[in-house]
């Protein structure tokens, strides 16, 4: 550890995360070796603000550290096959919104990773920018013309540490993760189901329920997610907009990053790596950080309402176990384990449907008054969308949304959008995508 009475009070790089990170490589008799080998993984070239191969790396490796990542069986891969087809005729009874899902693929953990690192990078890389800038704009001017070239070395390095620790959450999420929408997002492949049966297999050891019980479960929420993600053109892009805010809204405590840094023992390589991945980014929590999250969270909480209370009215008359499966579901959603512990602390990203159960009785509600059509149509346009205020109200919505309509402007927009089915663009969410 450095020893703050050691300090130079003339260091131009005292008081930022960099001073620390010199001393370090500066410190007394440390393991060359192994620092020489975490420098050049560090300086190897990438492109973009990430290092996104360092990345796939470092969660593979996490991957195989976490324990046993099986192919998936036969009898497993059929299980899905016939899951998909049962869950396809079951939700045509709940929702008229039709499947877009051409087939099923079955992923191990270390595949879950390489198959869903494209869409990680389009979520991670505003994120990720913002932190970089942030820990330059900390060096002091004085500092940055003493530096002069090593600018670019320190960025990079900034990168390759983001990437490091982006690897190790992603690793650690795919020992838990279902399947590719299970955490709200759409990160599989296009028009197909994607499970994890390793993983769905665990969880059904865990409740003591039928794996078939749990296999079609799964499927039926994966095969929802996927109508409403192909229905609901503007959705990702809304998801995507959300994330991005909260990374440009992001603060880092500069002064949290250099405690940690100063506190690494030089001599002990595992310290180092330890230190490296205990969430050296984690964000400061600002205003507009706030308000992009609750944004994302709403979100979060409409789509995993609407697949509940879908699944739910699929299964009702045809699943004995339907609800210890949803209550198990809900508690997972909103409940952060260990998995998602470990990807939240170090890129600050949080990706749980909080008013899940707000959202559900909404859509229960208004399938109720007004019947299914009505339910979906209000996915048609962004503007329809409810509220958090309406989560408050569940049962209230469609009375009067926050923009001022009223009861009989509501039920016009509805009407329209029912006789139509148009999208936010004025086109058909039904048409069929390119192939």
């Known amino acids: ?176 993760v279902l399947s590719s929408t299970d955490i709200g997002l759409p990160l599989g492949p296009h028009r197909a189901i994607a499970i994890v049966p390793h993983n769905v297999a665990e969880l059904a050891k865990s409740l003591e329920l039928p794996e078939t019980d749990v296999f079609l479960y799964v499927v039926l929420r994966e095969n929802a997610h996927l109508r409403l993600f192909h229905h609901a053109t503007w959705l990702r892009v809304a998801l995507l907009n959300a994330i991005e805010e909260f990374g440009k809204g992001m603060g880092i405590n500069v002064e949290s990053i250099e405690e940690r840094v100063r506190s690494i023992d030089p001599s002990d390589p595992a310290a180092i790596q330890e230190a490296l991945n205990a969430g050296m980014f984690e964000p400061e929590a600002t205003p507009a950080m706030q308000k992009s999250r609750e944004r994302l969270e709403l979100l979060l909480a409409l789509i995993e309402g609407w697949v509940d209370e879908v699944v739910g009215q699929a299964t009702a008359d045809t699943m004995p176990t339907t609800h210890a499966l949803a209550e198990a579901m809900r508690r997972r959603r909103v409940t952060k384990g260990p998995a998602e512990e470990a990807f939240a602390s170090l890129v600050g990203l949080e990706l749980r449907p909080r008013r899940l159960r707000d959202a559900a009785a909404l859509w229960g509600a208004l399938r109720d008054r007004e019947g299914p059509a009505a339910r979906d149509a209000i996915w048609g346009h962004p503007d329809l969308a409810p509220t958090m205020a309406d989560l408050d109200d569940p049962l209230g919505f469609g009375r009067e949304t926050e923009s001022g309509l009223s009861d009989a402007e509501f039920d016009a927009a509805l009407e329209q959008l029912l006789d139509e089915g148009t999208g936010p663009d004025g086109g058909s969410d039904n048409q069929p995508d390119a192939e």
């Open 1 to 176: 550890m450095v020893d703050d009475a050691n300090q130079n009070p003339d260091d131009p790089f005292r008081g930022t995360p960099f001073e620390g990170m010199f001393q370090m490589f500066g410190a007394s008799q440390p393991d060359m070796g192994n620092m020489m080998s975490m420098v050049r993984q560090f300086m190897q070239p990438y492109r973009g603000p990430v290092n996104y191969d360092l990345a796939r790396k470092t969660a593979r490796e996490t991957v195989h550290s976490i324990g046993p990542d099986p192919a998936p069986s036969i009898g497993q891969r059929n299980a899905v096959q016939d899951a998909m087809r049962l869950a396809d005729m079951w939700l045509d009874r709940a929702t008229a919104l039709p499947s877009p899902a051409r087939h099923a693929v079955t992923w191990t953990r270390d595949e879950w990773v390489e198959q869903t690192l494209p869409e990680w990078k389009s979520m991670i890389s505003p994120l990720a920018v913002n932190a970089i800038q942030t820990m330059e704009d900390s060096v002091p001017d004085e500092a940055r013309a003493m530096i002069g070239p090593l600018a670019g070395m320190l960025k990079q390095a900034g990168g390759a540490l983001f990437g490091q620790q982006l690897g190790t959450g992603l690793g650690h999420l795919s020992s838990d």
